[in-house]
């Protein structure tokens, strides 16, 4: 086990990360570069002009490989040692800055805030970053504001949802979602540790001022699926898999896949948080 898992569960409710190091092996973060550099070179210009403070984001769905890491047997052993032992898994993004890139704006991401869990400790969605490159502040190093997915910050009020195409074409660079924000945190990672995080908590990038390229893959697992409100669980077993891709990698992703029998209404995604967060 690398680290205290039980500590890090702690830090996951009250902070809204954690970070499990070393957990990506050397051989699978090769061949990932190798295919995120295939993803990245079968982009037209216009998805990186649309893209230009994300980098670009790419779907994991457009290559079988990635099915791997969704299922890659030292995640779901980390997230069972988190105590998360039935995870379920939706989505998941290549986001790569290129050489000399502007930063990522702040953002959260999360759909659910008409239910009143959204403003509990519950975990509900979490993404899982994984940096194939060691990153710092000077080639593009995730920012964090500990505790934003429980507590108001004014970024909340001046980004209500901050997941417009204006923030991604870069329009305006002096806009506040490109700027430095109060009580923020630079997370440095070597290249094979996972960056685990609430969808809530309102998170941004560096830029990348170095001359190589800055990849990370988000995946967004829903780690305790089964604790859900019925809305939320029928909300996400309704999205749907390629069903190419899901047929390819059935084995793989098949126990990952959210399912839902009941009769419960799925919910009405909303991105905005409501005066609940304090
Ligand atoms: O690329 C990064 O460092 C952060 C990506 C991100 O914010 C996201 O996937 O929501």
């Known amino acids: 086990m690398n680290g205290d898992y039980p500590a890090k569960r702690r830090q996951l409710e009250s902070d809204g990360f954690c970070i499990l190091e070393n957990i990506i092996d050397p051989q699978i973060l090769a061949q990932l570069r190798t295919v995120t550099d295939k993803m990245l070179s079968q982009q ?8 230009r403070s994300q980098g670009s ?5 457009d290559d079988s490989f990635m099915a791997k890491l969704v299922a890659y047997p030292p995640i779901l052993a980390a997230l069972a040692n988190l105590g998360f032992e039935n995870p379920k898994w939706g ?16 953002h959260q991401d999360a759909r659910f805030w008409d239910d009143p869990v959204s403003y509990t400790p519950q975990i509900i969605q979490c993404f899982l970053m994984i940096y ?19 507590k108001r910050h004014p970024l ?3 980004l209500p949802d901050a997941h417009g195409e204006a923030l991604g074409r870069m329009e305006n660079p002096a806009h506040l979602a490109y700027q ?21 908590l309102l998170h941004a990038a560096h830029g990348n001022r170095s001359r190589q ?11 305790a699926f089964d604790e859900l409100p019925e809305s939320i669980q029928a909300f996400l077993a309704a999205k749907e898999i390629p069903p190419d891709w ?12 959210p399912r839902y029998e009941g009769d419960a209404e799925p919910i009405r995604m909303n991105r905005v948080p409501g005066s609940a967060l304090k």
Do not use: Q
């Open 44 to 51: 037209e210009t216009a998805h990186f002009e649309a893209m």
């Open 57 to 61: 984001l790419v779907s994991v769905f």
């Open 91 to 106: 989505s998941g993004f290549v986001i790569s800055k290129p050489a000399d890139s502007p930063p990522l704006f702040w």
């Open 132 to 150: 194939l490159v060691d990153t710092s502040p000077e080639n593009g190093c995730l920012r964090l504001i500990p505790g934003s997915h429980l």
């Open 156 to 158: 909340h009020d001046a």
């Open 180 to 200: 430095r924000a109060e009580g923020e945190v630079d997370v440095r990672v070597k290249a094979g540790d996972v960056v685990m995080g609430s969808a809530r």
């Open 213 to 223: 390229r800055r990849t990370n893959i988000t995946l967004w697992y829903y780690p």
């Open 246 to 257: 899901y047929e390819r990698n059935r084995d793989l992703i098949e126990p990952l896949r």
